[in-house]
């Protein structure tokens, strides 16, 4: 008799345990229900990345000096300068530059360690290809730059929702010019000086 109790106590708890997880998903569903949707478009409708985005890398042929500094401090070792030394003026001459961005985890250490600048990271990030070989980006294909978000003309670009105003969730209606919620890094350093004084 008490076990056909005990088993009667126990479904009950359970079945009262599942309504309040299935509350607790409801709630969830509900509150999303009731804001607006922030659906990008995507081919018509792209995201404007954010400051410091590191997309594709763009190469200048022209300021390249074979110094192989990107190679050494690439974490893999995958950019391969193809380079000839020049007995007259003593120093070497690029024949060829190239990466893979199949392999490249995009860490920008070749960038940031370029002696000369002509590393630089795009705003790049439509990398996808059928082949895999298509990835790998000799010197002609590094030196051009791509269309920015902001100035293709296909594109309507919209900002990420970190970069909205404040309690603005639809970047699509939002004014030209509109600032971006929270302090730019040079407000914060006036209130810091004006602080400190």
């Known amino acids: 008799m008490f076990s056909v109790l005990k088993q009667v106590g126990d479904y009950a708890k359970s079945t009262i345990q599942a309504a309040k997880y299935i509350g607790q998903g409801l709630s969830v569903t509900f509150d999303h229900m009731s804001r607006r949707p922030i659906t990008v478009q995507y081919p018509y409708e792209k995201l404007i990345p954010s400051e410091r985005y590191r997309g594709r890398i763009h190469h200048e042929f022209d300021k390249c ?77 590094l030196g051009r730059l791509p269309y920015k978000v902001t100035q293709d003309p296909m594109v309507t670009p919209l900002r990420e929702l970190a970069y909205l105003p404040k309690e603005v969730l639809d970047p699509h209606d939002l004014p030209s010019g509109s600032r971006r919620a929270g302090k730019r890094p040079e407000d914060i350093i006036k209130e810091t000086e004006t602080l400190s004084q």
């Not at 120093?91 to 630089?120: A, R």
């Open 65 to 141: 000096i074979a110094c192989e500094v990107c190679v050494r401090s690439c974490p893999i070792n995958l950019p391969v300068v193809n380079w000839q030394f020049n007995k007259e003026n003593k120093k070497k001459d690029l024949k060829d530059y190239s990466i893979d961005f199949g392999v490249c985890i995009f860490c920008g250490n070749c960038v940031e360690y370029c002696p000369t600048n002509c590393l630089s990271m795009t705003e790049d990030y439509e990398l996808a290809t059928y082949d895999r070989h298509e990835l790998n980006y000799d010197s002609i294909a």
